[in-house]
């Protein structure tokens, strides 16, 4: 479960009950959660069609807990949304675009739901063939575009598939479900601790809205080479590597130089102007190859304040 990208709760459950079995108790327990950290804050529940149970309906609408939940297709609300679906039709036959029309009314069904409800309906015409969609919207505030559009479609199925196929949350493969849900906390916790970093780290950069696979291929996994010679260290990257520009720091903070990113002070300090002398000791040239290649060889004096005006640059 998702509020935007804060992520709630993840639990594993079996794949032979229904998919609503155990909502009512896990949002009851979060909803709790919230209000007593904010007792008067307005809660909208946001859920497919798997999960308009009147169990989880019922709970809601005793607890001051808005709700849009989807609605399977039956031939009683395609009948009712007809004259719409022919409106959008007529209109994309004319136009060579898709089309969609909204219509709101109350509905029930003939024995399993206990009261009438809201109901937001969207018959649209595309690519030749009719795409409904049904909605039920209890206690909440708004027209019928407005909430399938602002409210209903901005839904965390894309939080969801971040954490499946991005941090590979679905990976349970284990012999039992406590070690399968233990893997789904691991999946869990990376995905909060990308989130803040996504939040804190590059807020003035191109990963400020990146996804979590992106940041975890082009900031947290960099393959280089490094080669450590006398004189200096080079570091060679993949040229599809983030760049100076993508790591740039927000106004008001120092940003290292683009030649030393990424080094720790001591290859900093070689790198600039001298090797430390155990790397001289061990890698020491011959004399007459000293002579022939570089000249007279003397250490050039290293000053801190240099090294420190290098990395502000």
Known sequence: MFCGRHLLAAKLRPSDIDASAGSVAEVERLVRLIRA?????????????????????????HNRVAYLFGLARNTRLVATIADELATAQAAAEKTGRPARRFKDFRWSTLDTWSRRR??????????????????????????????????YCARAENRI??????????????????????????????????CALRRIGPAETTFADATCGTIR??????????R???????IATASSRSTVEHRRAPPGRSRPSPRLAGLTREAATRSIGGITKAQRRH?????????????????????????KEQLAM
């Open 283 to 307: 890698s020491k040239p011959n004399r007459n190859q000293r002579l022939r290649r570089h000249g007279p060889y003397r250490l050039p004096p290293i000053h801190l304040s240099f090294v």
């Open 228 to 234: 450590i010679s006398v004189r200096r260290i080079k």
């Open 118 to 151: 809201r109901v937001v309906a969207k018959a649209e015409w595309t690519q030749g063939e009719a795409n409904l969609r049904r909605h039920l919207a209890q206690a909440q505030r708004g027209g019928a575009r407005q909430l399938y559009e602002d409210i």
């Open 161 to 194: 598939k971040e954490c499946q196929l991005d941090l590979y949350a679905d990976r349970t493969s284990a012999a039992t479900m406590r070690a399968n849900q233990l893997r789904l906390w691991f999946a869990s916790m990376a995905y909060v601790l990308i």
């Open 37 to 61: 950290r904010w007792p008067f804050v307005r809660i909208v529940l946001r859920a497919d069609s798997g999960f308009a149970r009147e169990a989880l309906r019922a709970w809601c609408e």
């Open 217 to 226: 291929l082009k900031l947290l996994k960099i393959g280089a080479l490094v």
